[in-house]
Each structure stands twice: as C-alpha cells, then as structure tokens.
C-alpha cells in the first residue's frame, strides 16, 4: 500500500497556492484551435502504461461538454480509464471523503453513476473499484505504445 501524500504546501504561512503558485495555463489556450481549451487532472497514476485518472467535482452532473468529449476520447483505447467523483474536497473526521456518487469513463463509454445511498459507503466503493483496477493492470503486461509521432520532438 501506498504512504499517503498529503498536501506539503501551508496555506497558513505560505499564502494562497492557488494565487501564488497554481500557473495560468488558460494562457496558453490561444494557441489552440477554436473552441479548445487546456484542463487540468485532479489525480493520476499508472501502472504498466496503464492509466487511472480522476476528475473531481463538488457536483453530481453531466461534466461539460468539452470534457465529457475528452473523456471518451481519452478512454477510447482502452489504456486510460477515468473516474468522475461528484464529492466533498476534503476528509470529515471519519477519516473518509464524503462522496456522493461516481462514475467511470471506459473504452470510450462511461457507467452509470454509482451511489449506494450513503457517503461514505460511497467512498468505500470508490476504493474498491481503484483496487480492482489497480489488481487487473497490474497482471498485465506493460501496454505497447500505439503510435509514434514522427517530427513532433
């Protein structure tokens, strides 16, 4: 099991992260094509050039339509797959993230939301789907790389 990775920057003495240190990629979207804009990832691991990506939300609903389309796009192949969790941003003194609900994008398709009707049941779910994912890449044999794009480097 992993150690946990808390957070290492103090709001308290350091200031506001998100207004110091958080970089202003919305600047770079004018290099992109119309309609186009760069998002960020909320959590992300790998695992044998398998990828496991989390986008978090304090809402349950439909993502926006550029990320919805990300998503399936992302997932398409097979080798990314990636959670919606519609929840509370921070642990309660259970120890536990209060989740409402979640869903999975997944060869291009996403789930179902999955809600058992409590929170924290909730986020014990979510746990154990990760576990699952996590049991089946790591039998697998490290992904092959698809494509290669030739004069991009």
Same mark, same amino acid.
């Given at each position: 099991?992993?150690?946990?990775? @808390? &957070?290492?920057?103090? !709001? ?6 998100? %207004? ?5 990629? *919305?600047?770079?979207?004018? +290099?992109?094509?119309?309609? !186009?804009? +760069? $998002?960020?990832?909320? $959590? &992300?691991?790998?695992? *044998?050039?398998? &990828?496991?990506?989390?986008?978090? %939300? ?12 990300? *998503? %399936? ?16 941003? #921070? ?6 993230? @209060? ?19 409590? &929170?924290?049941?909730? +986020?014990?779910?979510?746990?154990? +789907?990760?576990? #699952? ?12 790389? !698809? !494509? ?6």
């Amino acid at each position: 099991m992993s150690a946990e990775n @808390p &957070m290492l920057w103090d !709001c308290e003495t350091d200031g506001c992260y998100n %207004k110091l240190k958080r970089p202003d990629i *919305h600047k770079l979207n004018r +290099f992109l094509g119309e309609g !186009c804009q +760069f $998002g960020d990832v909320d $959590g &992300m691991t790998e695992r *044998h050039g398998y &990828m496991l990506m989390v986008e978090w %939300k304090s809402w349950k609903g439909e993502l926006p339509a550029g990320q919805d389309r990300a *998503h %399936k796009a992302l997932t398409r192949p097979g080798q990314i797959t990636t959670i919606q969790v519609a929840g509370e941003a #921070k642990a309660d003194d259970t120890g536990k993230i @209060p989740i409402y609900a979640f869903r999975v994008y997944v060869n291009g398709e996403t789930t179902g939301w999955r809600n058992t009707g409590d &929170m924290y049941r909730n +986020f014990d779910d979510l746990g154990r +789907f990760i576990n #699952k994912w996590w049991n089946a890449v790591n039998k697998l044999t490290p992904a092959p790389v !698809c !494509c290669r794009w030739a004069g991009l480097l």
